[in-house]
């Protein structure tokens, strides 16, 4: 594998399961983002994880729960959702972050979700 | 607050067509600017990257100019595709240490 993947790639789910999406980076990146793309919305960064330590949290509520166990690995704990939280959830890495020194971004495919 | 507006929304065009999308941004403090393009339910590629001192870049078909006293970006593509079908995201980061996206033109290349 190379590049930035995630899985599932599709999920489907209750408002009251949990669920985990996972996002995995094989560049040898120290930083990992969380995105949410909803329909005729902006991508809008929701978590920032440099060498696995949280730097960035925009307001999402704490039914998103993000952990990143290493530099390479990156997740995103799902629980009691609800029906506006469907939307494409992408996942991207880049080299560093830091600051105002714009680092590239790379994007997995995403994660397609749908909230019954 | 930084905020990117892509125009038009839709656009689509018979093959062979050259073609301009559109980009603005109302903070001109910014570093950089980047093209990608999003097929339908996938994730992004990256297609051009202009540094706040540049004023253009180009890969093959893709040209892209930077204007940022205006707040003013475009993607020129020549002699479209089918291929080119996708949806053009335009990205700025600046001094929130953040991309901030547009929301997008979705481009269809008819053959």
């Known amino acids: 594998e190379t590049g930035v993947t995630q899985t599932p790639r599709h999920l489907v789910m209750g408002m009251t399961n949990k669920k985990s999406l996972k996002c995995e980076q094989h560049?040898?990146?120290?930083?990992m983002y969380w995105y949410k793309q909803s329909a005729k919305k902006p991508l809008e960064l929701m978590f920032v994880?440099?060498?696995?330590?949280?730097?960035e949290n925009n307001s999402v509520p704490s039914r998103f729960s993000p952990e990143c166990p290493n530099s390479s690995h990156l997740f995103l704990h799902l629980h009691t959702l609800q029906p506006e939280d469907s939307a494409l959830y992408l996942c991207a890495s880049s080299q560093e972050r830091t600051g105002l020194t714009y680092n590239e971004q790379f994007f997995g495919p995403g994660t397609r979700l749908t909230v019954l | 607050k930084q905020e990117v507006t892509q125009i038009p929304a839709a656009l689509s065009v018979p093959e062979g067509e050259n073609l301009v999308l559109n980009c603005s941004f109302t903070?001109?403090?910014?570093?950089?600017l980047q093209w990608f393009r999003q097929d339908p339910g996938k994730g992004l590629t990256s297609l051009l990257l202009i540094q706040s001192s540049q004023r253009e870049q180009t890969s093959g078909r893709l040209n892209a100019s930077l204007d940022k006293s205006s707040g003013r970006s475009t993607l020129y593509i020549a002699a479209s595709q089918p291929g080119d079908s996708a949806t053009y995201l335009c990205a700025v980061f600046g001094n929130t240490g953040k991309l901030i996206f547009g929301q997008g033109t979705t481009l269809q290349v008819k053959p």
């Open positions: 994880y440099s060498l696995e330590e949280r730097v």
């Open positions: 560049l040898g990146h120290n930083a």
């Open positions: 903070d001109s403090a910014i570093y950089n």
